[in-house]
């Protein structure tokens, strides 16, 4: 059996360490740098919200796979009862039949899709929401950490030297 030679020698971890003092330290510091930039936040969302978070024509097509849903179901009960009162070839039967449910199954995957598109498009707008309510609340600068604004606040921290932390925020914003 082969093994692998993770360390080559070196058994040091390469990793950074960040204990939990510094992360704290690192994120009021990168919270103070998003506050000091809070009027250009606020300005910039207001410029995109109506294009970035619009739905419109996502609902127009929403209500057209709800009515192609309903039109391929009664396609597929009318299938059934003619089959059910007439005299049909069972595999010409089979095939229309196996036809309107692939349109039906086709239709109802795209109603998820674009309904899925729908409900992300208000949740990341209700993340900013909130994300922008908590930084309008904040007054002042930071100078203790807090959970709250933590969780209110960060979307991923992501750490590729201990000198170079990166603070992901639910506004997009990286610092």
């Not at 330290?25 to 103070?32: G, H, K, P, Q, S």
């Not at 039109?71 to 095939?95: F, G, R």
């Not at 606040?153 to 639910?170: E, P």
Request: aromatic share 8%; glycine share 2%; with cysteine.
């Amino acid at each position: 059996m082969r093994r692998g030679n993770k360390f080559n020698g070196d058994r040091k971890c390469k990793t950074p360490h960040l204990d939990e003092d510094n992360i704290k330290r690192l994120f009021i510091t990168a919270v103070n740098k998003l506050l000091t930039e809070k009027d250009e936040i606020f300005t910039n969302f207001e410029s995109i919200k109506n294009v970035l978070f619009d739905t419109e024509s996502l609902e127009m097509e929403k209500a057209k796979l709800q009515n192609e849903m309903e039109v391929v179901t009664e396609m597929i009960q009318q299938c059934i009862n003619e089959n059910a009162h007439v005299v049909l070839d069972q595999t010409q039967y089979q095939k229309r039949y196996d036809d309107l449910i692939k349109r039906f199954e086709s239709t109802k995957s795209n109603l998820e899709s674009v309904s899925g598109l729908i409900k992300d498009k208000a949740n990341r707008r209700n993340d900013i929401e909130c994300f922008l309510s908590v930084i309008k609340n904040q007054e002042g600068l930071l100078t203790d950490f807090d959970p709250l604004l933590w969780h209110s606040l960060v979307d991923i921290v992501t750490v590729y030297m201990s000198d170079d932390v990166r603070f992901a925020f639910k506004d997009g914003t990286v610092i």
